[in-house]
């Protein structure tokens, strides 16, 4: 089976990516991030993915990236404005939706997502977008709770010397992380 991996980022694409191998699947990783900021930020977090592709590609194990290329920035802020307690909601499906929709058109046989794979995002939340999303695309969407291989994923990126980020992407978490240090 062919499945397209939602990937956030190259440390949190480890450990999902050796898992579904090992369930055999042939997998392919799908970069859509527009709520990374700033644009350094993504451009950094796209250069560790494409070093965990190129790591991860064997003779007979390619491990193939489809990498969207837009940075909508403002459709991003104009959805989460005034709307930053509920802005996960809004970045999971714009995310997920893309997913889906590139699956569906390059014949993909399921999605899944390494937000599936981080301790600090809505877990349940994030299944049950992709679930009614899978619904509405009409391609199915594998789940797996990826968190049991964190400790994992986060040593193997640590010495594969690449680079790990401090928050989550968005503007918002960025000032959650590092803002509180100042403030006393």
Not at 37 to 46: G, N, S, T
Not at 120 to 134: F, G, W
Not at 170 to 182: D, H, L, P, Q, T
Request: charged residues 30%; glycine residues 6%; proline residues 3%.
């Amino acid at each position: 089976m062919r499945i397209l991996l939602h990937t956030c980022c190259g440390p949190c694409t480890i450990f999902p990516l050796r898992s579904l191998r090992e369930k055999g699947f042939e997998v392919f990783g799908f970069y859509y991030n527009p709520n990374i900021h700033p644009y350094q930020e993504w451009q950094r977090r796209l250069e560790a993915l494409q070093e965990v592709a190129k790591a991860e590609t064997t003779d007979d194990k390619p491990f193939r990236l489809i990498i969207r290329g837009d940075y909508p920035l403002e459709e991003f802020l104009r959805n989460t404005a005034f709307r930053e307690e509920n802005r996960c909601i809004y970045c999971y499906t714009i995310r997920l939706e893309a997913t889906a929709r590139t699956a569906k058109k390059s014949g993909f046989d399921a999605f899944t997502t390494t937000l599936l794979y981080s301790k600090r995002q809505k877990h349940e939340l994030i299944k049950e977008i992709a679930e009614s999303i899978s619904k509405r695309y009409s391609v199915a969407f594998y789940y797996e709770d990826f968190r049991k291989g964190w400790k994992i994923g986060q040593e193997e990126a640590i010495k594969m010397g690449i680079y790990r980020q401090q928050y989550c992407g968005c503007i918002y978490s960025e000032k959650e992380r590092f803002y509180k240090k100042f403030k006393g």
